[in-house]
């Protein structure tokens, strides 16, 4: 038995001592590891246009590096799979559309000697760099128009107030599109409700919508269009017309050819309402008109072929009520030749040449929000005939913090109170140029820098505190666009200094400037 | 007499048991081995930032660093500061720490006048740590920081002795089968100034070490390069050369080392330095045209504080002659 059991252990024994005979030649496979990216950084955002970097440390070790490939990949949204680049550094210009919900960005390395690949997904968020700011519609050839977008501490609250950096996005419209916006603009016109986003542009030739985040025309929303019931003044090109917003409900107002339609903004609604007619009026033809920018007061329209002033609202339009012993009849302006609507510190003032007298009247209305035909509009009015070179005025602006009239001839811009008629020259047009236009910023954001009375750099806000004006200077056919802050209100006086005034240029003939939303 | 077989028995089943057994721990015992048998005890020496000091090394039982102090170079030997060093299993943080007054000069001036017989007292309290160098090896990345005190901020209510991080370096070192650095790969971070402190310049740099045999024969350094097919592109070389398997010279454009048996000259932009060695090729006394000075005693022993202080490139291109 002992004998036996000697036997078993030694066997025992001599099994322990047998080799291991299993597959020793199993090479445990190194990962690729990813470096330089933090375990948070997979989350990037770019504007459209703009070069996208993401800079991975790559590397397996025991594999070459040239054995490594790369891929990055991005997809989602609207777009197609894109491969972006193939090296370890992903550098490329990103040419999708804004997107917020980001795009899937697929980084895949492939490690050649086995052929396995680590994918890492990242999320791009990719953003419009036509933020707010100031559109500049413009024509080099007197035919089509472009549109330039400036961005710029002084024209949006996103940019900080000591970033002096202005960008300059020229010819949006053309470089989006291929094309220039034919025929001249007349208005343009942002909003934004949620998602609901449109950049309308009237043209003599027609109507054009747009996303303001990528300028790209949309086909499908031109000219008859945007219209639930083709009205008769759409889609024949247009001699005059423009936009406001009624502020209350965000509504937008279109006078196209002098007949005005409004367009909702809220749910997702892109198309205007038929045209609206006030009670008893058979046909008008809309001039002149303006909402306020900075109340909810109703929208103020003047009637060239009835000769009064009509007012409107989300729920139409109305006509006003003649006031015994007020000092005008909104309802029979026919001794008027009105030619400016715009508003100051008092009321809503209709800038008119008085027939009869050959004299340069504002006719002022108080600002009514929620009106009616009974409403007391007519307020006041003021005589500005003596206004030195009135006469020779071509361009007028308002201002609603300070009773105040701005009026530019070709080569100088005045002001004078509306209170006391004092002109004195602001600004003068260096030869060679000429001014084409003026106009008060009036939209809401951006900061100003002035000098205060020691000189030192002072800022404010930009909102009715800023001087827009265009030049264009016929030898050079280069359009100029001269930002002069209002430094002294109820005077109309601007910074005289030039280092505060800062100038745009580079541009066509200046049509218009609009504020971007 | 049963169980005296038994006895045997077992006797025997152990010792085949031991005999299977592979050898596993030798690489383990081998680690902190410097390949001499020296290890640094004391080091005396005087810089911009320490002024005259004292540096001396205590090391555990295994030949690995414990720690240092700093003493002030005086008959007071004032300890002014220490290295430490943490260790975990495949990790450790060496540190270099000063002790500074978190109190303004004004202030001490004051306590002197109030208390004059315990005012060093309050100072001692008053002290903080600092740390003025790091290294940390931790998830396969050495990782180094450099600090720096600020200036011009040292009175009143701008007082504040809180070192500023002025770079840091974090290396992935790729071995080849002899344990010598293959390819190192590396981002080098350089901090601004002030309060621009919190933004950092990073440089991603990538070292190719060839061989021939056991001998370093150069060094290239990549940048990554967006459009170059393989991802990078040359960036510098450090040619090196040899003297029967010791590395005697390396040259770059910003970058040069001589060494024979009695010196090694360390040549940086702006700054040389020149390492007395003694027999076993270890620095004995350094002198810099910096006016940095230090004389470096050895004692017996295995160490590893070249390892915890430096990078492996540093020791690689002939940095590092304290060992």
């Known amino acids: ?517 | 007499m049963a169980l005296k077989r038994i006895m045997m028995l077992s006797l025997l089943l152990v010792t085949t048991l031991i005999a299977c057994n592979d050898d596993d721990n030798g690489s383990e015992s081998s680690l902190y081995n410097s390949g001499s048998n020296s290890r640094v005890k004391r080091i005396i020496g005087e810089n911009d930032h320490w002024g005259k000091y004292e540096l001396q090394f205590n090391y555990r039982a295994d030949g690995r660093l414990d720690h240092v102090w700093r003493f002030s170079d005086d008959e007071r030997r004032d300890t002014l500061g220490r290295f430490a060093v943490e260790y975990d299993v495949n990790y450790y943080k060496f540190e270099i720490i000063d002790y500074v007054l978190n109190i303004d000069p004004d202030s001490v001036s004051i306590l002197k006048e109030l208390y004059p017989t315990s005012w060093e007292d309050t100072l001692c309290e008053r002290r903080r740590e600092q740390t003025l160098y790091s290294t940390e090896l931790s998830e396969g990345k050495l990782i180094t920081n450099t600090y720096q005190e600020r200036r011009g901020n040292s009175e009143g209510t701008l007082f504040n002795p809180i070192y500023m991080n002025i770079s840091s370096q974090t290396l992935m070192v790729e071995n080849n089968k002899n344990g010598r650095p293959l390819v190192i790969r590396c981002y080098e971070d350089i901090y601004g100034r002030g309060s621009e402190n919190t933004l950092y310049n990073r440089t991603v740099l990538k070292y190719e070490f060839e061989y021939n045999g056991d001998e370093l024969i150069s060094v290239t350094q990549y940048i990554p390069d967006s459009y170059s097919e393989t991802s990078w592109t040359k960036y510098g070389e450090f040619s090196c050369s040899n003297y029967s398997g010791i590395l005697t010279g390396v040259d770059s454009d910003k970058y040069k080392m001589r060494r024979n048996s009695k010196q090694a000259v360390v040549a940086l932009p702006g700054e040389n330095t020149t390492y007395t060695l003694n027999d076993e090729g270890l620095a004995i006394k350094m002198e810099s045209t910096t006016g940095e000075t230090a004389v470096i005693e050895y004692e017996a022993g295995s160490g590893n504080f070249s390892e915890l202080y430096a990078t492996p490139l540093d020791r690689a291109l002939g940095k590092v002659w304290v060992k």
Not at chain 1, 130 to 139: E, F, M, N, P, S
Not at chain 1, 406 to 432: D, F, R
């Open chain 1, 1 to 517: 038995m002992k004998k036996w059991i000697f036997i078993i252990i030694m066997q025992i024994c001599c099994f322990a001592c047998f080799e291991d005979d299993s597959n020793l030649e199993i090479k445990t496979l190194n990962p690729i590891r990813i470096e330089n990216i933090a375990p948070g950084e997979y989350y990037y955002s770019c504007y459209m246009g703009d070069t996208l970097e993401i800079k991975p440390l790559v590397f397996c070790e025991g594999v070459p590096d040239s054995k490594l490939s790369f891929e990055w990949k991005m997809y989602g949204g609207t777009i197609a799979p894109t491969v972006l680049d193939s090296t370890m550094y992903l550098s490329a210009k990103i040419t999708a559309p804004p997107y917020a919900s980001g795009y899937n960005l697929v980084f895949t390395i492939t490690d050649e000697t086995t052929g396995i690949s680590r994918l890492e997904t990242f999320t791009v968020t990719v953003l419009s760099p036509y933020g707010t700011g100031l559109i500049v519609a413009d024509t080099k050839d007197g035919a089509n128009s472009d549109l330039s977008l400036i961005r710029s501490k002084e024209f949006t609250s996103d940019i900080s107030n000591s970033d002096d950096s202005r960008k300059i996005f020229k010819d949006l419209w053309s470089q989006n599109n291929g094309t220039e916006l034919p025929g001249l603009v007349l208005d343009a016109f942002t909003s934004t409700y949620g998602t609901n986003r449109s950049l309308t542009v009237m043209t003599t030739e027609k109507l054009f919508r747009a996303d303001q985040n990528d300028y790209v025309n949309i086909p499908s929303e031109e000219d008859e269009n945007m219209f639930m019931v083709v009205p008769p003044n759409i889609g024949h090109g247009y001699e005059y017309g423009g936009f406001v917003e009624y502020r209350s409900t965000s509504d937008e107002f279109m006078n196209a050819n002098g007949l005005v339609a409004n367009r909702g903004v809220q749910n997702s609604n892109r198309k205007y309402n038929y045209i609206l007619y006030p009670p008893g009026v058979r046909n008008y033809n809309v001039t002149l008109m303006y909402a306020p920018t900075n109340s909810y007061a109703d929208v103020y329209l003047y009637d060239d072929l009835n000769k009064c002033m009509m007012f409107g609202s989300f729920q139409g339009l109305w006509c006003g009520q003649n006031i015994a012993g007020a000092p005008f009849d909104v309802t029979n302006l026919k001794d008027y030749e009105p030619f400016f609507l715009g508003e100051v510190a008092s009321g809503i003032a209709l800038l008119a040449k008085e027939k009869s007298t050959g004299n340069f009247k504002g006719l002022v209305m108080n600002k009514v929000s929620f009106g009616a035909p009974n409403s007391n509009y007519p307020k006041s009015i003021f005589d500005f005939t003596s206004a030195t070179d009135i006469e020779n005025a071509k361009f007028f602006e308002l201002n609603v913090l300070e009773d105040v009239l701005y009026y530019a001839t070709e080569n100088k811009l005045y002001s004078t109170s509306t209170v006391n008629i004092n002109s004195t020259v602001q600004w003068t047009a260096p030869i060679g140029e000429k001014i084409t236009g003026i106009k008060i910023y009036d939209a809401e954001g951006g900061n100003v820098a002035y000098g205060n009375e020691q000189g030192k750099r002072t800022t404010m806000s930009s909102p009715n505190r800023l001087m827009l004006i265009s030049t264009y200077n016929e030898g050079t056919q280069e359009g100029r666009l001269i930002c002069i802050p209002i430094v002294t209100l109820h005077a109309g006086i601007l910074e005289q200094d030039s280092r505060w005034h800062v100038q745009f240029t580079g541009f066509g003939k200046i049509l218009g400037v609009y504020k971007q939303n």
